[in-house]
Structures are given as C-alpha cells and as structure tokens.
C-alpha cells in the first residue's frame, strides 16, 4: 500500500476539485478543505469516484460551532457560525482528508445530507442535528438521538445553559413523568480556599 505525501495528495484535490474548493490547508500532517455549502454533493461524489482520490469511507461526521471565533482574532471570524467536518479514509490509496462545509444561515443551520454518497453519514447526522440543531437537506429519517423526543434545545451549541433549560421528574399526583423548567440553583463551581497560618507544617 503505498503512502503519498501531503503535497500529491494536494495537488490531487486541487486538479479535481477545481472551482469546487474554497480552501485546501495542510497542517500537522493532514489535510483540510473547505467546499462551499452549493457545491457539497457535488465535491463528495468526486472525492469518493475520482481514481486519484477514492475516499470510500466516511469515518465521521461532526457539527461545528464557531461563535465564539468572533471574539478573538480568528480568519473565521466574520465567517458563519455553524460547520460540518466529515473524516474520510481512502483504503485503497491509503490517505485521509477533512472535509469542511460552512451552513449558509446561522439562524437555521443547513446542508445537505452526505447520506446518499457514504451511508455511514446516518447516524452522525442524526447525532449533528441533535447536538448543534443542524439540520441535513435530504436525510430521510432526521430525529433525534441522544436527547429525549421532547428535548428543548441543542446542547452542544455554545451559548447552550450548562445547566439546560428543562428536567424531568415522576409527579405522584399525576401519576406520570412530567417536564419543569430546571430547578438547579446555580453554584460556584471552584469554591474558595482560605488556608490557616503554617498549615500543614509549611511557614
């Protein structure tokens, strides 16, 4: 199996995805590029079928949440907020690549689902619009999993309460399980240490 270096592997991307790339870094040994949202399902079917790049596999797909980039002197920062980052393996040429697409809208984050192309996409889609609510244009079965049905919000968002916005508990008088706003009072979490004089022997 043979091992190209990060520049054929470039150079590769570069000639078939063409027009279709937004950008191509290569950093820490690996490669990432950015597809515009309108061209997606067009940059995956040539990643997967071009003899030069083959990515058979889809390893994993995650959502992004940028917003915080604003703060700080990110390039992303003027960007939009939400991303999907997919991982792919080409067992055949032995290479891997990161694939980046930005969502158009922060107010409604959406991309097409990659579900057609690489069918291991399913469930990390799912897994994306439950975490970041980023939904997937075209995914046939968009529910959640790992949040309940009645789950209000996304969790992994950054702006996301750390202590939620609902909980649920078995009321006796109802007889069944019911949802409340959260009970939690916030707390300190790293309390305050006063030590003695000379505590522990130390002066």
């Known amino acids: 199996m043979s091992h190209p270096t990060l520049d054929t592997l470039q150079d590769a991307l570069r000639s078939?995805?063409?027009?279709?790339l937004?950008?191509?870094?290569?950093?820490?040994?690996?490669?990432?590029?950015?597809?515009?949202?309108?061209?997606?399902?067009?940059?995956?079917?040539?990643?997967?079928?071009?003899?030069?790049?083959?990515?058979?596999?889809l390893i994993d797909l995650c959502g992004m949440d940028y917003s915080q980039y604003k703060d700080g002197a990110s390039p992303l920062a003027e960007g939009?907020?939400?991303?999907?980052?997919v991982h792919l393996l080409s067992v055949s040429l032995n290479q891997r690549v990161r694939l980046r697409v930005f969502c158009p809208e922060d107010d409604l984050p959406m991309v097409a689902s990659l579900?057609?192309?690489?069918?291991?996409?399913?469930?990390?889609?799912?897994?994306?619009?439950?975490?970041?609510?980023?939904v997937f244009?075209?995914?046939?079965d968009l529910r959640r999993i790992l949040t309940d049905y009645g789950f209000i919000g996304h969790p992994f968002r950054k702006d996301f309460p750390t202590h939620g916005h609902v909980e649920m508990r078995y009321d006796p008088e109802q007889q069944r399980v019911i949802y409340q706003p959260v009970s939690i009072e916030l707390r300190e979490i790293t309390?305050?240490?006063v030590r003695e004089d000379k505590y522990g022997g130390l002066h």
């Open 137 to 140: 244009d075209g995914h046939e």
């Open 191 to 193: 309390p305050r240490i």
């Open 22 to 57: 937004s950008s191509i870094v290569a950093d820490r040994g690996e490669v990432t590029i950015t597809v515009p949202a309108a061209r997606l399902l067009e940059a995956a079917e040539l990643l997967r079928d071009a003899p030069a790049l083959r990515f058979e596999q």
């Open 16 to 20: 078939v995805l063409g027009e279709r």
């Open 80 to 85: 939009p907020r939400y991303a999907v980052v």
């Open 115 to 134: 579900n057609g192309i690489w069918s291991s996409a399913n469930w990390f889609e799912r897994e994306a619009f439950d975490l970041y609510g980023i």
